[in-house]
Nanobody
Framework: QVQLVESGGGLVQVGGSLRLSCVAS????????MGWFRQAPGNAREFVAA????????GYGDSVQGRFTISRDNAKNTLYLQMNSLKPEDTAVYSC?????????????????WGQGTQVTVSS
């Protein structure tokens, strides 16, 4: 069993930055791919980014490419999402996920564990 707890969300102005964290506890964190997903009210869940257990990036969603960076620190059992140049359309609940294919996946259902999420609100 793996427990995931996200933090770092909040209210930020357009063009600002935030760094989200996801701390994992339970079974070994370092052998699991991790991902970030987001969902805004009334919208479908959207893939944001994923990373292999080795630290190699799997990829980013088209809407965040070039602005967001995913990383991980296996020694700290922590996943990060650095978000720059934030836009109002980035407003959503951001959740982390663990497990699934070793190189990562953009499919939410491929993962085995999910966090509760943290709210990010970008004001214009």
């Amino acid at each position: 069993q793996v427990q995931l707890v996200e933090s770092g969300g909040g209210l930020v102005q357009v063009g600002g930055s935030l760094r989200l964290s996801c701390v994992a506890s339970g079974r070994s964190f370092s052998r699991k791919a991790m991902g970030w997903f987001r969902q805004a009210p009334g919208n479908a869940r959207e893939f944001v980014a994923a990373i292999a257990w080795s630290g190699m990036s799997f990829g980013y969603g088209d809407s965040v490419q070039g602005r967001f960076t995913i990383s991980r620190d296996n020694a700290k059992n922590t996943l990060y999402l650095q978000m720059n140049s934030l836009k109002p359309e980035d407003t959503a609940v951001y959740s982390c996920a663990a497990g699934g294919p070793v190189y990562g996946s953009q499919i939410y259902e491929d993962y085995d564990y999910w966090g509760q999420g943290t709210q990010v609100t970008v004001s214009s």
